[in-house]
Nanobody, 126 residues
Framework: HVQLVESGGGSVQAGGSLRVSCKAS?????????MGWFRQAPGKEREGVAA????????YYADSAKGRFTISRDSASNTVYLQMNSLKPEDTAMYYC???????????????????WGQGTQVTVS
């Protein structure tokens, strides 16, 4: 069972940047994973932001993230990053890291496809 711990959230003005991190542990050896970033604003459903398949470092992005966010990972430290630039107030949400073994089905955008979740980190854009 994969354990995930997010960090790096905070408050930033519109147009600014933040990088959130997700430290993973408990990976099963030789299994590739889809690592996803999701967000949930108050009163809204959880939505996919970006995902990356560890087998090929292949990224996927939601339309809202394309051109502004970049997902990456450091295999040595088992950490996945989400670099967020040109932030907008509508990006304000709790950001969650998630993991599933295997491919990024549904482009890693559907929360129900993921079995492991972190506790979340708050991002506020004003």
């Amino acid at each position: 069972h994969v354990q995930l711990v997010e960090s790096g959230g905070g408050s930033v003005q519109a147009g600014g940047s933040l990088r959130v991190s997700c430290k993973a542990s408990g990976y099963t050896y030789r299994i590739n994973y889809c690592m996803g970033w999701f967000r949930q604003a108050p009163g809204k459903e959880r939505e996919g932001v970006a995902a990356i398949y560890t087998g090929f470092d292949l990224p996927y992005y939601a339309d809202s993230a394309k051109g502004r966010f970049t997902i990456s990972r450091d295999s040595a430290s088992n950490t996945v990053y989400l670099q967020m630039n040109s932030l907008k107030p509508e990006d304000t949400a709790m950001y969650y890291c998630a993991a599933r073994s295997g491919d990024c089905i549904n482009r890693g955008q559907r929360p129900a496809d993921f079995g492991s979740w972190g506790q979340g980190t708050q991002v506020t854009v004003s």
